[in-house]
């Protein structure tokens, strides 16, 4: 079973295609940042869920970040505004089958509030993915 790897391609690709003018920073990949506003990506690995027993069947559970990254002294609007186009595309229920993994948003997506990083604004939204098998 891939169910990281498959939930990876998945996510990635999702991003991609919705934004497709936006420059977008993945995990180890080389980036080199724009002036302009940017998203950048990461995942951690939660605990597994065994609501079984037997040792086919678990749940990779995934917490993805998508880091929004705005322009140094522009404000937070337009970071808000995609943070909330970020949530809309993993909003709660979607459905994403990806080879044989079936790839689950059972929750809202947590838009993190504002921060500010080299004299940029940053939001971070959160967004928790369960992944199983199919």
């Known amino acids: ?22 420059k977008l ?4 990949v080389k980036f080199d940042p724009p002036a302009s506003l940017y998203l950048a990506v990461n995942s951690l690995i939660d605990n597994p869920t065994d609501v079984v027993l037997g040792d086919d069947y678990f749940r990779e559970n995934i917490i993805l970040n998508v880091f929004v990254v705005g322009e140094a ?15 809309e595309l993993f909003k ?4 994403i089958l990806q080879g044989t993994s079936r790839i689950y948003v059972l929750t809202t997506p947590h838009i993190m509030g504002t921060t500010e990083t080299s004299s ?4 971070p939204v959160q967004i928790r993915i369960t992944v199983e098998a199919g």
């Open 1 to 22: 079973m891939q169910l990281i790897q498959d939930a990876k391609k998945a996510y990635e690709q999702r991003l991609i295609a919705a934004f497709p003018t936006i």
């Open 25 to 28: 920073a993945f995990e180890n």
């Open 73 to 87: 002294n522009t404000g937070t609007g337009a970071i808000l505004t995609k943070a909330e186009e970020v949530r």
């Open 92 to 95: 709660k229920g979607t459905f």
């Open 120 to 123: 940029r604004p940053v939001c």
